[in-house]
């Protein structure tokens, strides 16, 4: 079992940046590939952001690319997503991911454990 937490979520002027960070708990961090998703009201989830469990294979969605960041620090558990420049139309409940077992990691149906996820909002 892992078990996630977010953070670092809140209220930001377009234009500003946020940091979310994802704690896991529960058995060894390393072997996770973890992968950051969100939602927004009445869209369906989308994935943002995926890292390998050793940091060298790294994958974002079209609209992240040049402007999010995402990377891990196993030694602390924590999986981190930077992001720069947000326009309102990040505005989304945004969650980690965890998988352990082989599969696509831009599919949410890849990853096995999930946190309860972060609100961003982000206004004009």
């Known amino acids: 079992q892992v078990q996630l937490v977010e953070s670092g979520g809140g209220l930001v002027q377009a234009g500003g940046s946020l940091r979310l960070s994802c704690v896991a708990s529960g058995r060894t961090f390393d072997y996770e590939a973890m992968g950051w998703f969100r939602q927004s009201p009445g869209k369906e989830r989308e994935f943002v952001a995926s890292i390998s469990w050793n940091g060298y294979n790294i994958f974002y969605a079209d609209s992240a690319k040049g402007r999010f960041t995402i990377s891990r620090d196993n030694a602390k558990n924590t999986l981190y997503l930077e992001m720069y420049s947000l326009p309102p139309d990040d505005t989304a409940v945004y969650s980690c991911?965890?998988?352990?077992?082989?599969?696509?990691?831009?599919?949410?149906?890849?990853?096995?454990?999930w946190g309860q996820g972060t609100q961003v909002t982000v206004s004009s």
């Open positions: 991911a965890a998988a352990t077992t082989w599969g696509p990691l831009t599919l949410a149906a890849t990853y096995e454990y």
